[in-house]
């Protein structure tokens, strides 16, 4: 056997390993996404989200972060408009990727949303500002009918696609530790 496929069948036997090992671990903190405010507001020419997204991590992901991975949560949000004998109208979907990393030098954690960072000293300071949805302008009211009711969906997830590949391959394994996912939180508003 080359040494090549030596090594790359023992880096698989020690993933598999690690893998087996972690699903076996249990943890005792409360992890997840959940939606904890949403406010939609008419501001100008469009309706806005205002709201908050409560994240707390896993140990396992927490441990991750710590040691350089990059972590990327995903903001969706739907729009549609109900009509009486048809299906509903889908009015907007958007999505925004906000990308949460450590520098370990320096001991921040740094939150990247459409190009602009800030740094954080501490992990919950940071969470709180990857879960905002402060001034998010989604539908133009010049799309809108008026006396319509319509309905807005919000949902935010940790992208597991966007981790490195050996890390995919965990975080299809032990999906209870890393698949974080608030589900979509359905809100109506009439205009």
């Known amino acids: 056997m080359p040494d090549s496929?030596?090594?790359?069948?023992?880096?698989?036997?020690?993933?598999?390993?690690?893998?087996?090992?972690?699903?076996?671990?249990?943890?005792?903190?409360?992890?997840?996404?959940?939606?904890?405010?949403?406010?939609?507001?008419?501001k100008g020419d469009f309706f806005q989200l205002s709201g908050h997204f409560d994240t707390e991590l896993s140990s396992v992901i927490e441990t991750a972060l710590q040691r350089g991975v990059q972590l990327t949560f995903v903001q969706s949000v739907e729009g549609k408009r109900a009509r009486d004998f048809w299906l509903?109208?889908?009015?907007?979907?958007?999505?925004?990727?906000?990308r949460l990393s450590y520098n370990a030098l320096f001991r921040q954690y740094y939150v990247s949303l459409a190009g602009n960072s800030q740094g954080f000293e501490l992990l919950d300071e940071a969470l709180r500002n990857v879960g905002d949805l402060r001034d998010w302008a989604i539908i133009n009211v010049k799309q809108m009918k008026k006396k319509s009711q319509y309905s807005i969906s919000v949902r935010m997830y940790l992208d597991i696609a966007q981790l490195p590949k050996p890390l995919q391959v965990n975080a299809l394994a032990s999906s209870a530790r890393w698949q974080l996912d608030s589900g979509w939180q359905e809100h109506t508003v009439k205009y």
């Open 88 to 98: 509903p109208e889908i009015m907007v979907e958007q999505s925004r990727s906000i």
């Open 5 to 42: 496929s030596r090594r790359d069948f023992l880096r698989f036997v020690l993933i598999a390993l690690a893998v087996m090992a972690g699903v076996f671990v249990s943890t005792a903190r409360a992890e997840g996404i959940a939606l904890s405010r949403l406010e939609i507001s008419q």
